[in-house]
Nanobody
Framework: QVQLVESGGGLVQPGGSLRLSCVAS????????MGWYRQAPGKQRELVAS???????DYVDFVKGRFTISRDNAKNTAYLQMSSLKAEDTAVYYC??????????????WGQGTQVTVSS
């Protein structure tokens, strides 16, 4: 069974930093596009950042310059480095791995989420 396990969440003061990790088992992450999503209470899940198998990254405007997505294929792990955190970054953060095979099948996996709370 494929598993994505996030870690690194917690309570941090405004302006602080956290690094989230997403370790995969039973899939090889280097052929997947990795994404970090977040869901705040009462809101829909939203994409925060993504990184393709080739290493191209993309960010939503509200995290540009503050968050960095990366991957270590040797460790089968993706990361989200978050800095200058704000109260509005408070959410459950989810890791996603996605790829579309040559026959058009989409493989889509999610982690269980890790809570990030930004508060003084």
């Amino acid at each position: 069974q494929v598993q994505l396990v996030e870690s690194g969440g917690g309570l941090v003061q405004p302006g602080g930093s956290l690094r989230l990790s997403c370790v995969a088992s039973r899939i090889i992450l280097n052929i997947y596009t990795m994404g970090w999503y977040r869901q705040a209470p009462g809101k829909q899940r939203e994409l925060v950042a993504s990184i393709t198998s080739g290493g191209s990254t993309d960010y939503v405007d509200f995290v540009k310059g503050r968050f960095t997505i990366s991957r270590d294929n040797a460790k089968n792990t993706a990361y989200l480095q978050m800095s200058s955190l704000k109260a509005e970054d408070t959410a459950v953060y989810y890791c996603n791995a996605r790829r579309t095979t040559q026959d058009g099948t989409t493989m889509d996996y999610w982690g269980q989420g890790t809570q990030v709370t930004v508060s003084s």
